[in-house]
């Protein structure tokens, strides 16, 4: 049964640049380049038109007892589904999907995409197991104006206390990143959270003011498929707490946040 979405903010707009959902499943034997998924292609192509191969050459070198090297060379197909706007990607090969979208609006949307495609891809796939699910949101939050370094009333202040605080003044200016990890265990799932001032024009010190909140849900035990609709809800859930518990009134003022 599918959960029911508890209470929380709706913003207007959003800093989110990509979503990314994965599913890793044992091996599919007829998903290869020689058998390409055809039927996938011919099911969900009003929808997702376009249409890439990407070929990947992987070496992997063991040095052998006699410290003689041992070089496989082994080479790897995926199928890449875009919608006609390319701000959808769908992915897929013998191991993992992938949706990817990069003008993210609201969950309803991109969770009805994830089933639409899951769907489609399940009636031609026999996956019973899922060995990882992951689901994760890219917020790149950018001001043309301000201080850098300062986030009040827009970031939660422990999360750059490190480059207002504990930096001396003097040095401020001479920050070329400040990026931390938080690894957090949330039941039978894990949330990596990387935040701070990635900088895009790194190694040079920082002069725009930019901050990064990346968090990444990943379940940490094998799942049955017809878990993963309910597993990216709670996921967004998840995520949605803890993007909340990161930012600040003034933020949310710039979003136009409103409770729903």
């Not at 091996?27 to 011919?42: A, G, Y």
């Not at 992915?91 to 495609?117: A, G, M, P, Q, V």
């Not at 938080?182 to 039941?187: G, Q, R, S, T």
Request: contains cysteine; proline residues 3%; positive net charge.
């Amino acid at each position: 049964m599918i959960q029911s979405e508890p209470q929380k903010t709706i913003y207007k707009r959003n800093f989110i640049t990509n979503v990314i959902f994965r599913i890793d499943y044992p091996k599919i034997l007829n998903l290869s380049e020689k058998k390409p998924p055809s039927k996938f292609q011919n099911a969900i192509i009003k929808r997702f038109p376009q249409i890439k191969v990407n070929r990947q050459s992987k070496i992997k070198t063991e040095i052998i007892k006699d410290s003689t090297f041992n070089i496989n060379a082994k080479s790897t197909v995926s199928w890449s589904f875009l919608n006609r706007e390319k701000t959808i990607k769908t992915t897929i090969d013998s191991d993992n999907l992938i949706i990817e979208c990069s003008r993210y609006k609201k969950f309803t949307e991109f969770f009805n995409t994830i089933k639409y495609i899951l769907d489609n891809f399940m009636k031609l796939h026999n996956v019973k197991i899922i060995n990882r699910l992951g689901l994760r949101y890219i917020n790149q939050i950018k001001f043309d104006t301000g201080n850098p370094i300062d986030w009040d009333n827009l970031i939660a202040p422990s999360l750059f206390s490190v480059s207002k605080d504990f930096v001396k003044e003097s040095d401020r200016n001479n920050i070329s990143r400040s990026m931390h990890l938080l690894e957090i265990n949330e039941e039978k799932n894990i949330l990596i959270f990387q935040y701070g001032m990635h900088n895009s024009e790194y190694p040079n010190p920082i002069s725009r003011k930019e901050f990064i909140l990346d968090y990444d849900c990943i379940s940490k035990e094998e799942i049955e498929k017809v878990e993963i609709l309910n597993k990216v809800k709670i996921f967004n859930a998840i995520i949605s707490k803890w993007f909340e518990l990161s930012i600040m009134d003034g933020l949310r003022k710039e979003m136009g946040g409103n409770k729903s």
